[in-house]
């Protein structure tokens, strides 16, 4: 079962973010404070979860959260700051929205970069441990995955609604294809041989 919080005494936030081996779509990251004596049997890594899974926690995880936020940042942004600190924007803009100011962040990973005056400790594979990070996890995957599945109705060439924008063969023989959309990445390597994709945009 996975912990409640790392620090008991403290208004902890679990912090994580999904896209970052992405081809296409902005990173999006949740912040998710948690009651203290929240438990649920179901809650763990997102990516372990089956989607109806997740979805069935969604509205469990708004409903009992004291606080709850989820944010994105851009391709464009990730293009011009890099995909590593995109990741810690996305994270801090959620942490923005907090209606509650956290005392303490629990971060997914091994790196953050410090929140204002926040302390934080970054937990490698948290969201298999603990609540907050797991619940952060999973509002900011279902997010993401059904932001995708809507960009797909208006390109339908990259298999989005199955990929998320993960370099799948699909995926990438789109691009090929059909060249990047203003919602590829461009400082990823779309293709192995890297063709011209600017025209297309």
Do not use: M
């Given at each position: 079962m996975l912990s409640s919080y790392l620090h008991d005494h403290l208004i902890e936030?679990?912090?994580?973010?999904?896209?970052r081996g992405c081809l296409s779509g902005p990173v999006v990251a949740?912040?998710?404070?948690?009651?203290?004596?929240?438990h649920h049997p179901l809650m763990n890594d997102s990516k372990k979860l089956r989607?109806?899974?997740?979805?069935?926690?969604?509205?469990?995880?708004?409903?009992?959260?004291?606080?709850?936020?989820?944010?994105?940042?851009?391709?464009?942004?990730?293009?011009?700051?890099?995909?590593?600190?995109?990741?810690?924007l996305a994270m801090h803009r959620a942490i923005d929205q907090l209606t509650?100011?956290?005392?303490?962040?629990?971060?997914?990973?091994?790196?953050?970069?410090?929140?204002?005056?926040?302390p934080h400790t970054c937990v490698i594979k948290g969201d298999g441990k603990y609540?907050?990070?797991?619940?952060?996890?999973?509002?900011?995957?279902?997010?993401?995955?059904e932001l995708m599945e809507k960009l797909a109705g208006e390109y339908p060439h990259y298999d989005w609604e199955n990929n998320a924008g993960?370099?799948?063969?699909?995926?990438?023989?789109?691009?090929?294809i059909h060249g990047a959309t203003p919602h590829h990445r461009m400082s990823f390597k779309l293709l192995p041989d890297q063709l011209d994709l600017f025209d297309s945009i």
């Open positions: 936030a679990g912090c994580d973010e999904v896209g949740a912040a998710v404070i948690l009651p203290k004596d929240y989607k109806n899974t997740r979805k069935s926690l969604e509205n469990e995880i708004k409903n009992a959260a004291i606080s709850w936020a989820i944010a994105e940042v851009s391709p464009q942004e990730i293009d011009r700051i890099n995909i590593l600190q995109a990741s810690f509650i100011k956290p005392e303490h962040l629990l971060i997914d990973g091994n790196r953050f970069k410090a929140y204002r005056d926040i609540l907050n990070i797991a619940a952060a996890s999973i509002l900011a995957k279902i997010y993401r995955d993960y370099p799948t063969a699909k995926h990438r023989n789109g691009i090929e």
